[in-house]
């Protein structure tokens, strides 16, 4: 493997990384699957209490919020120990994860022979990883059937056996994610006020209105610094959707469409950093920009009113919204339209990400005893019941919402209040994620007022509901996809995925701020050494994969509902 020139914590990372790869001693003696009395009744009705105490330990993300309860020891997370739990002789310990390290904490606590029973991610090629080096144990479908009916049927519902196994073996099972989720669930905001004072009624359609508002705007001098709140990339997936050819050409897709490592040598990577660079020389984003690791500078600027635009993922309570509009009273916001960063006529074929089929990816410890095991798969089928998911995803009528004239829960915000019964992120996202990835209603559009900001001067419901309409327009006609996903795992992808990023990162930099004149020449001599420390090795071997079958991508337009 190439080494690069990265430091101690780059170092440290990929020891860590190295302890997960080598973990091939995680894996039980016997490889067999656990084996379960299945005669009696399917679900909670076949259910009793252990004859002694089975303990399981629950990964939960924790996004180290201010204010927040402890994720792994609130009301909440004892609620499901009084009302599950208890019931049926079960400990259930909850184990904090960092949102933004989540790799590092797991291979962590795979080296110490300390795997959850329960192990979940998001990105599909980190569980395959964690399959593929015998941290997760192979299971039965019929006996997560017997013993979790209601979440399998879910499971067949959204066609999603055809995502379980790693290797012909069945590793995972899957959670819901509505189609509706990724159509509004991320939002940029744009300074409509600015706009007005420029001469825009509305947010830039395209990319020459884009410009040209900018342009405005730094000339009306209404910020003192670059109005583009911009950071360096701080997850693997490349955002080079609008610059992919339509429709894209699906070996090309095959080799280099990915959340976990960057695209850097793929022509569409390209015309994305040869964008980025424009707007640093134009002076829309921070010299600086690279000192900006997690985007908390970005959103500082954002709220302090320095800067024209913001984005996050909502949820009835966005905290730095309630700041922006707390600091900047009299300001006016607008939803950033999609095709801001797309020119001319090619708005009209440009190219989104569609979700995968799925949420959370949840596999189990190769460590994990029967008990264990049938122990989390009841936990997991008890959360799916409606009551608890209800409860879990809103609270308690009187303290966490109140009924609205609709039917539905308007949310109390509880922050600073002092109440224990405070939800966590995005009510409590991170202990339901496991069964659904949104809050969900009988309609798309009934589901995006469920998580619309509230108690905010203006309301952005309505305008959601209107882009959630244009998503469904554009999966129909196949413009939006997903990234392929392999029944195989791609062993470069595991070994060089790490450093890869870190290289990302450093050429990110060099190419957003090189004199355009030098773009070409230095994005050539990169793209040589970023294929030679390892780059090309996955891309091989993602096309070798594909060739052979190996490989899924569900149509758009399925899940266009």
Request: some cysteine; charged content about 25%.
């Amino acid at each position: 493997m190439k080494k690069t020139m990265f430091g101690a914590l780059f170092a440290s990372a990929l020891v860590l990384t190295g302890l997960l790869t080598s973990c091939g001693d995680t894996k039980k003696a016997d490889d067999s699957k656990a084996k379960f009395d299945l005669t009696g009744a399917e679900g909670i009705e076949g259910w009793k209490a252990f004859d002694e105490k089975v303990t399981i330990t629950v990964p939960v993300y924790d996004r180290g919020k201010s204010g927040y309860p402890a994720v792994d020891n609130n009301y909440w997370t004892q609620w499901v120990q009084k009302e599950f739990g208890d019931k049926y002789n079960i400990e259930v310990k909850y184990i904090a994860i960092p949102r933004t390290d989540v790799m590092t904490k797991y291979s962590m606590l795979i080296a110490a022979k300390d795997t959850p029973t329960i192990l979940m991610e998001y990105d599909y090629p980190k569980v395959t990883q964690w399959a593929n080096d015998g941290a997760m144990q192979v299971i039965d479908l019929e006996a997560f059937k017997h013993i979790a009916p209601t979440y399998y049927k879910k499971m067949v519902d959204n066609n999603q056996l055809d995502y379980t196994k790693v290797n012909g073996e069945d590793y995972f099972v899957l959670s819901e994610r509505p189609f509706y989720n990724s159509g509004y669930s991320f939002w940029t905001f744009v300074r409509m006020d600015w706009l007005r004072k420029v001469g825009y009624d509305h947010a830039p359609a395209n990319y020459t209105e884009y410009c040209d508002a900018l342009d405005k705007i730094i000339a009306a001098g209404l910020t003192d610094q670059a109005p583009v709140g911009f950071s360096i990339p701080n997850s693997p997936y490349v955002q080079n959707f609008s610059f992919r050819n339509f429709p894209v050409n699906e070996e090309e897709w095959a080799m280099h469409s990915s959340l976990g490592t960057p695209s850097f040598t793929w022509e569409p990577t390209k015309k994305y950093l040869k964008r980025v660079n424009f707007e640093y020389n134009k002076g829309y984003i921070s010299k600086e920009f690279e000192l900006d690791l997690d985007g908390s500078q970005a959103q500082t600027d954002f709220i302090n009113g320095k800067t024209f635009s913001f984005g996050g993922y909502m949820n009835t309570n966005v905290d730095w919204l309630n700041a922006f509009y707390k600091n900047n009273p009299d300001a006016e916001l607008a939803l950033a339209s999609g095709t801001a960063s797309v020119d001319g006529d090619l708005v009209k074929t440009v190219q989104g990400r569609a979700d995968n089929p799925f949420g959370m990816i949840v596999g189990f410890s190769s460590f994990a005893t029967a008990d264990q095991l049938k122990a989390a798969w009841m936990y997991m089928e008890w959360m799916s019941q409606s009551d608890v998911l209800f409860k879990l995803q809103y609270g308690i009528e009187g303290i966490n919402y109140t009924m609205g004239n609709d039917g539905y829960p308007v949310m109390i915000n509880l922050e600073g209040t002092g109440k224990p019964e405070m939800m966590n992120h995005n009510n409590n996202v991170d202990m339901w994620c496991i069964v659904t990835a949104s809050r969900t209603r009988k309609t798309g559009e009934d589901s995006i007022k469920a998580i619309a900001p509230q108690n905010l001067p203006q309301d952005f419901t309505q305008d959601m509901i209107n882009a959630f309409q244009d998503t469904k327009k554009a999966a129909a006609e196949g413009r939006n996809y997903t990234d392929p996903i392999f029944a195989v795992s791609i062993e470069a992808e595991s070994e060089y995925n790490a450093p890869l990023f870190s290289l990302y990162q450093e050429y990110f930099t060099k190419l957003v701020k090189c004199n355009p004149s030098e773009f070409e020449d230095l994005y050539a001599k990169l793209s040589k050494d970023y294929l030679a420390a390892g780059y090309q090795e996955i891309i091989d071997e993602r096309l070798e994969a594909y060739k052979a079958g190996k490989t899924t991508k569900l149509p758009s337009n399925s899940r266009a509902k």
